[in-house]
């Protein structure tokens, strides 16, 4: 079972920036596919960014494109989510998703997620 951990989460002024990171655990991290989803309060769990093993395919919900990045680093075994211009309704709760084969956007298509990191945007 691939573990994922969050970190980076907190409360930030709309207008502003945070990083997210995500640490898996497992030898053939560098083949997985890693995924940021988010749930708003009171909202279904939505997608944010995904990102193949090879860095080499990248998607995005309409809602950050333009405005959030995701990147990963192979030798660290870690996935980050860099979120600028920050908005009210871009607060949530973050989650880190693995998906050990192949790469989707569908949150039941993940193998495993972590526990997330709360990101709140005051106005």
């Known amino acids: 079972q691939v573990q994922a951990v969050e970190s980076g989460g907190g409360l930030v002024q709309a207008g502003g920036s945070l990083r997210l990171s995500c640490a898996a655990s497992g030898r053939t991290f560098s083949t997985y596919s890693m995924n940021w989803f988010r749930q708003a309060p009171g909202k279904e769990r939505e997608f944010v960014a995904a990102i193949s093993w090879s860095s080499s395919i990248i998607y995005y919900s309409d809602s950050v494109k333009g405005r959030f990045t995701i990147s990963r680093d192979n030798a660290k075994n870690t996935v980050y989510l860099q979120m600028d211009s920050l908005k009210p309704e871009d607060t949530a709760v973050y989650y880190c998703?693995?998906?050990?084969?192949?790469?989707?956007?569908?949150?039941?298509?993940?193998?495993?997620w972590g526990k997330g990191t709360l990101v709140t945007v005051s106005a």
């Open positions: 998703a693995v998906k050990l084969r192949g790469i989707s956007t569908r949150g039941d298509g993940m193998d495993s």
